[in-house]
């Protein structure tokens, strides 16, 4: 690049003194006809114009970010794409989109063994899918340097009318593993030069960086989901061993209640087992916790009163299965007097961009001391387990911003608050209808 420079310079100087000298003659020699006088001035003018934009297009600093803005724009528009991982579909994808933004002849993207992804001119007959017959791309993958090909022969393409005759292969890498390559063809070895090698590797840089934050990003939901599915694994058995309590409880009192109490619990509970991990509507969720009281009203009688007071619009919101239960039980569990009724309310309403999902509570409340630590993981023997839960499942469901809000008046009562995001709550519903 530098000797080209230094020969456009050379070229562009000697133009200008040629119709310096002859612009000069005609000014000196005033017999000169007036159309060269003006052909001269003219022409010097041109070349003097030509060699300020040729100076300024061919600066490194101008090449540079033309390079990098390109590059860019490639990345982000593959994006989307590699986010999936390198897969058939989104190496042709990616390959398309460089086709489009640069001049070579075609782009390959290849995994260790097969191409992934091709486009451009001998699109043919280099097919998708088939093993890689190119000893230069086994050799990149192998020790991670970039290779660039003079000749058909190089190439390897077996079929005699292809058009392609010389190429740029780069590594691509994810995690500091090879994981395939970036192919640049060109249908002839003259257009092989510095700008178009530097591009292929930026690219394929870039590139490589994009599959590792994709692989990253499904390691990370796959964690939460993991973390998701153990915490609904410990809240299942919570709620089993105290139900069954509260009917060995019956038995000793009402055996027939208690065998009936049974059967209904079997079946709620192969209701639940149904759920998993996945998010169920905020009125199924309504229909755990009236059948959960049902046992709990069976132990205590008419001491439990329970109200609803849930907007309309709110009962198909997705939640995840088994976060009201666990507060109601809560309610209960902690919030009953010695002597007295304990009257428990549930709502649900929209407040500031968020769901607001309540169960309050006329109960004993938590003392001042200790409300702080109420969503510490096993404070409370018990109620820190369930409220913790609930409040990681909220946040690993529906962000940070989510999660339990606890309030409470020492002898007079609790406010457990779930608070989701409106948004989010909006984006999982839309995808349980997708």
């Known amino acids: 690049m530098h000797t080209r420079r230094i020969i456009v310079d050379s070229l562009l100087l000697f133009g200008v003194t040629v ?6 003659y005609v000014l000196v020699v005033s017999t000169a006809p007036q159309w060269l006088l003006t052909t001269a001035l003219s022409g010097l003018a041109t070349v003097a114009m030509g060699s300020v934009v040729a100076r300024f297009v061919s600066r490194p600093d101008h090449l540079r970010a033309q390079q990098s803005h390109l590059i860019l724009e490639i990345a982000n528009e593959s994006l989307s794409y590699l986010r999936k991982g390198l897969t058939e579909d989104t190496a042709g994808a990616v390959c398309r989109i460089i086709l489009g933004e640069t001049e070579v002849a075609a782009v390959a993207i290849t995994d260790t063994e097969r191409v992934l992804g091709f486009a451009g001119i001998g699109e043919n007959h280099h097919a998708v899918g088939g093993p890689i017959i190119t000893r230069a791309t086994r050799d990149a993958i192998l020790d991670g340097q970039h290779r660039i090909l003079h000749t058909k022969d190089e190439i390897g393409c077996p079929q005699p009318g292809c058009m392609l005759r010389a190429a740029i292969v780069v590594p691509l890498e994810q995690m500091g593993i090879r994981v395939g390559t ?26 490589s960086t994009q599959l590792e934050l994709a692989e990253l990003e499904r390691q990370t939901q796959l964690a939460t989901r993991m973390e998701l599915k153990a915490l609904q694994a410990q809240i299942n058995p919570h709620f089993l061993f105290n139900t069954i309590n509260t009917i060995a409880m019956l038995i000793r009192t009402d055996s027939d209640r208690a065998r009936d109490l049974l059967r209904q619990f079997a079946a709620f509970y192969r209701r639940t087992l149904e759920a998993g991990d996945q998010l169920i509507t905020l009125d199924r969720e309504l229909e755990y916790v009236r059948q959960y009281l049902v046992f709990e ?16 619009d709110l009962l198909e919101l997705p939640v995840p299965a088994f976060v009201l239960q666990p507060l109601v039980e809560n309610a209960v569990k902690h919030g009953m007097r010695a002597e007295g009724a304990l009257n428990i309310t549930l709502s649900a309403r929209r407040d500031d961009g968020f769901v607001l999902i309540s169960v309050a509570d006329d109960g004993v409340g938590i003392s001042r001391r200790n409300l702080p630590r109420v969503l510490e993981p096993g404070f409370g023997k018990g109620l820190g387990i369930a409220l913790k839960n609930v409040d990681d499942r909220l946040k690993g469901y529906f962000g940070g911003e989510s999660g339990l809000v606890v309030q409470s008046w020492e002898g007079e009562g609790t406010i457990v608050t779930m608070q989701i995001v409106s948004g989010e709550a909006s984006e999982y519903s839309r995808a349980g209808e997708a």
């Not at 119709?19 to 000069?24: G, I, K, N, P, Y």
């Not at 439990?304 to 907007?311: C, H, K, L, P, T």
């Open 19 to 24: 119709l310096a000298m002859v612009t000069a």
């Open 182 to 207: 970036l192919k640049f063809y060109y249908t002839t070895p003259r257009l092989l030069n510095e700008t178009q090698v530097a591009l292929a590797e930026g690219l394929a840089k870039l590139l």
């Open 297 to 312: 009203c069976a132990r205590f009688g008419d001491r439990i009163n329970v109200s609803e007071d849930m907007a309309p």
